[in-house]
Antibody, heavy 122, light 109 residues
Framework: QVQLQESGPGLVKPSGTLSLTCAVS?????????WSWVRQPPGKGLEWIGE???????NYNPSLKSRVTISVDKSKNQFSLKLSSVTAADTAVYYC???????????????WGKGTTVTVSS | EIVMTQSPATLSVSPGERATLSCRAS??????LAWYQQKPGQAPRLLIY???TRATGIPARFSGSGSGTEFTLTISSLQSEDFAVYYC???????????FGGGTKVEIK
């Protein structure tokens, strides 16, 4: 079964760039799914960051679009998130997830990584 | 952007009782609605997709209903492991965007 694992620095300086990677195991990133990033600030709800298809097509949350880049590395079976010009407001647990995109059954995230905490602080 | 509003923010229920959680969309999302359960320190877990289809391994006491702008998640008889925060989620095809509701915390009464 597919499993996801986030990795990356747990501390990023203000105005810097947050970089995370999600390794996909038990399945291929080139399958007919999209792959998403979701974040959750401490004590708050979930926020969708964006998604990518193995072809490289992306969709981003409009509120973050100017700062977000999601990319895919098929050779390593992983996808990545970069968020630039970070502030304390970007402190959150960051999750990667498999996004099921099916016009018949709906649109939902069925497999999630455990999440990684990123703190923005000097 | 489609805004998802969940109510109540907190629901106090005794074990064995029924819990009814609501999710309202600011415009129609058809049946493109999913529900997730999240326990402290854990990632969200998919419960329901397509508004009413249980995900693999989800007990039958969880059921979803609704379409358009009004949706409901019902837990027929709360078990101790069901006390958690529940989120609804919609996905809009064009322009592509995904939004979550603010969550409903189900706590022990």
């Amino acid at each position: 079964q597919v499993q996801l694992q986030e990795s990356g620095p747990g501390l990023v300086k203000p105005s810097g760039t947050l970089s995370l990677t999600c390794a996909v195991s038990g399945g291929s990133i080139s399958s007919s799914n999209w792959w998403s990033w979701v974040r959750q600030p401490p004590g708050k709800g979930l926020e969708w960051i964006g998604e990518i298809y193995h072809s490289g097509s992306t969709n981003y949350n409009p509120s973050l679009k100017s700062r977000v880049t999601i990319s895919v590395d098929k050779s390593k079976n992983q996808f990545s998130l970069k968020l630039s010009s970070v502030t304390a407001a970007d402190t959150a647990v960051y999750y990667c997830a498999r996004f099921m995109y099916d016009i018949l059954t709906g649109y939902y995230m069925d497999v999630w990584g455990k999440g990684t905490t990123v703190t923005v602080s000097s | 952007e489609i805004v998802m509003t969940q109510s109540p923010a907190t629901l106090s229920v005794s074990p064995g009782e029924r819990a009814t959680l609501s999710c309202r969309a600011s415009q129609s999302v058809s049946s493109n609605l999913a529900w997730y359960q999240q326990k402290p320190g854990q990632a969200p877990r998919l419960l329901i997709y397509g508004a009413s289809t249980r995900a693999t391994g989800i007990p039958a006491r969880f059921s979803g209903s609704g379409s358009g702008t009004e949706f409901t998640l019902t837990i027929s008889s709360l078990q101790s492991e069901d006390f958690a925060v529940y989120y609804c989620q919609q996905y809009n095809n064009w322009p592509p965007s995904l939004t979550f509701g603010g969550g409903t915390k189900v706590e022990i009464k």
